[in-house]
């Protein structure tokens, strides 16, 4: 069987004699890596790994009739020295009545991206309203699991303010907002998000002076996207001028 194969920040590894995984790096401020497991060509598991939600749990056995991805299977994002980061895979995979059990096999490594001017730049919206005007700027959409997203607007006024909204599978279903004056908000109660979705009691979306006149909005809490279970740890949804 082949060794992993990488094409640009794009590395396919195969895992089973009929099955593989496929890595895909965004080189976003979060590294957010998208991680495709496939038998033959059909993807039959998609998780979303950051350095703001570094493990993602198998919830259900997925698969065919021949390939078998089982519960529990695990995958991780493991931070490495020198600006680098890697993805791997522990558990169980069956193949034509073959149990494999691999261990921390890695799926793909990747740099780091460093929140750079340039980055910066991209973060920002694409034309900032002068002082006196009033209305929501560009959004920046910011993934949290395979099927969730943040949508964050700055919003320009005497106290000028960031609005965010949850999406899952298309429906908007949290709306919240911060400010320098108002700097965090907190879900009450567990959501439903879509019709494979739950944004769970607890989550939280913050206002963080970064000083010399930048301001971030991050996201933590607990997010269960097709089964599984996200634990996301301040991840950054924008960043503006305050």
């Not at 991206?113 to 959409?141: I, K, N, Q, Y």
């Not at 298309?170 to 494979?196: M, Y």
Request: aromatic share 6%; glycine share 8%.
């Amino acid at each position: 069987m082949e060794d992993a194969a990488k094409t640009a920040d794009t590395v396919v590894t195969p895992l089973t004699p009929d099955s593989s995984s496929e890595c895909r790096a965004t080189g976003d401020v979060n590294d957010d890596t998208w991680v495709y497991f496939r038998a033959g060509k059909t993807i039959y598991w998609t998780v979303l790994l950051s350095s703001a939600n570094t493990q993602v749990v198998n919830s259900k056995d997925r698969g065919n009739e021949v390939v078998t991805f089982k519960k529990g299977l695990t995958t991780d994002f493991l931070s490495q020295a020198g600006g680098a980061y890697s993805i791997t895979a522990t558990g169980e995979i069956v193949d034509d009545y073959t149990s494999y059990q691999i261990t921390g096999k890695q799926l793909g490594s990747f740099g780091s991206s460093v929140l750079s001017v340039a980055l910066l730049d991209r973060w920002h919206p694409a034309e900032r309203p002068s002082d006196d005007s009033v209305g929501p700027t560009e959004g920046v959409s910011t993934p949290l699991t395979p099927c969730c997203r943040a949508v964050t607007h700055r919003v320009e006024g005497e106290t000028p303010r960031i609005d965010v909204s949850i999406e899952c599978d298309g429906s908007s279903c949290l709306e919240a907002s911060v400010s320098a004056s108002n700097r965090s908000a907190l879900l009450g109660e567990d959501l439903s998000c879509g019709s494979e979705a739950t944004v769970l009691r607890g989550l939280a979306i913050e206002w963080r002076s970064l000083g010399e006149g930048l301001c971030e909005v991050t996201l933590s809490g607990r997010i269960l996207s097709q089964g599984d279970e996200y634990t996301i740890e301040a991840k950054r949804l924008a960043i503006y001028s305050e």
